[in-house]
């Protein structure tokens, strides 16, 4: 009698919708810009940006360079959070004792990339 059974098999139809909405949007990036001034030494410079932002001793004596030269630098280029978070660790950085008429911190700013 197995013989005589019909050999069909029914498969579901799966179609192309999973009903899982995927979403590739990329985040918005933003960078951590260094502002220049003449209250830090080259050393603070590199000190703070290789304990902040676990730089190399090169790339932050490179960003030491073009800040003093160019007045900004963009440190690091991220989500709105981390780009915040790293500005707030530049303020919170503190005076450079090398220098007598350092008062405090390095200034920082977070803008969009783009602008």
Same mark, same amino acid.
């Given at each position: 009698?197995?013989?005589?059974?019909?050999?069909? #098999?029914?498969?579901?139809?799966?179609?192309?919708?999973? =009903?899982?909405?995927?979403?590739?949007?990329? +985040? +918005?990036?933003?960078?951590?810009?260094? /502002?220049?001034?003449?209250?830090? @030494?080259?050393?603070?410079? *590199?000190?703070? /940006? !290789? @304990? *902040?932002?676990?730089?190399?001793?090169?790339?932050?004596?490179?960003?030491? !360079?073009?800040?003093?030269? /160019?007045?900004? @630098? $963009?440190? *690091? $280029? !991220?989500?709105?959070?981390?780009?915040?978070? =790293?500005?707030?660790?530049?303020? %919170?950085?503190? %005076?450079? +004792?090398?220098? %007598? $008429?350092?008062? =405090?911190?390095?200034? %920082?700013? #977070?803008? +969009?990339? =783009?602008?």
């Amino acid at each position: 009698m197995a013989d005589t059974l019909p050999q069909r #098999v029914a498969f579901p139809d799966i179609g192309t919708d999973t =009903g899982i909405e995927e979403h590739h949007d990329i +985040p +918005p990036m933003y960078r951590v810009v260094l /502002l220049d001034d003449d209250e830090h @030494t080259y050393e603070y410079v *590199i000190e703070m /940006l !290789c @304990t *902040i932002f676990f730089l190399s001793a090169e790339t932050a004596y490179r960003h030491a !360079c073009e800040v003093d030269a /160019l007045g900004r @630098t $963009v440190v *690091i $280029v !991220c989500e709105k959070d981390q780009a915040e978070f =790293g500005r707030d660790q530049i303020h %919170a950085y503190g %005076a450079d +004792p090398r220098m %007598a $008429v350092s008062k =405090g911190s390095m200034s %920082a700013i #977070v803008e +969009p990339v =783009g602008q």
